[in-house]
């Protein structure tokens, strides 16, 4: 039977977990088994650099956090070597880093995973992963509305370039077939 400094120990660490799985957007449980350390440093060093909490645990210890926070879903596959990864503010990030780290790696998988407090699949995890990142994303969005502004700026330009409105509307009625008059 264990101590009671043990047991102790063992409801901090489930504490701990637990706050970690209920403010965090997402997470994934990995098994991290066959890799070595020079991987696992530069894994984790990547985890880190794009906000993702990574940390072995037990899986007693973290089957009891799943059922604090209601994601028993994820205790089927709390067997083995197990890592938990979390992310306080980005979906995408620990799915795309773990997904393309298991494409090189045959032992490294990805078990399980949830998106804001409820389990998913691993279709949805993949689906995470072929995201692109924040920065990109934000990017795309903020090329989307320049893109009529710049067309704008574009067209004003060239009207000021053939001498301003009064040049562009000689210019077009000298271009301008003259109708034939509608015969009767």
């Known amino acids: 039977m264990p101590s009671q400094s043990v047991l102790e120990q063992k409801k901090v660490i489930v504490e701990e977990l637990t706050a970690r799985l209920k403010n965090s957007v997402t ?3 990995v098994s991290y088994e ?6 696992d440093t530069k894994l984790r060093k990547e985890l880190r650099e794009n906000n993702v909490h990574y940390s072995v645990v037990k899986n ?13 879903g994820i205790k089927p596959v709390l067997e083995g070597t197990t890592a938990l990864a979390t992310s306080d503010s980005e979906y995408a990030a620990a799915a795309r880093i773990l997904c393309n780290y298991a494409k090189d790696h045959d032992n490294f998988k990805v078990k ?4 804001d407090g409820a389990v998913i699949d691993m279709d949805t995890i ?42 562009c509307l000689a210019a077009a009625t000298e271009e301008a077939p003259a109708e034939e008059p509608a015969a009767e």
């Open 112 to 115: 399980s995973g949830y998106l």
């Open 126 to 167: 993949t689906a995470l992963s072929k995201l692109p990142t924040r920065d990109v994303l934000l990017a795309n969005v903020l090329g989307a509305f320049q893109a009529p502004i710049a067309s704008f700026a574009r067209a004003i330009q060239a009207v000021f370039d053939k001498g301003g409105v009064e040049a």
């Open 27 to 29: 997470g994934l449980v």
């Open 60 to 72: 007693t210890l973290l089957s009891r956090a799943c059922d604090e926070v209601g994601l028993e």
């Open 34 to 39: 066959g890799i070595n350390t020079e991987d």
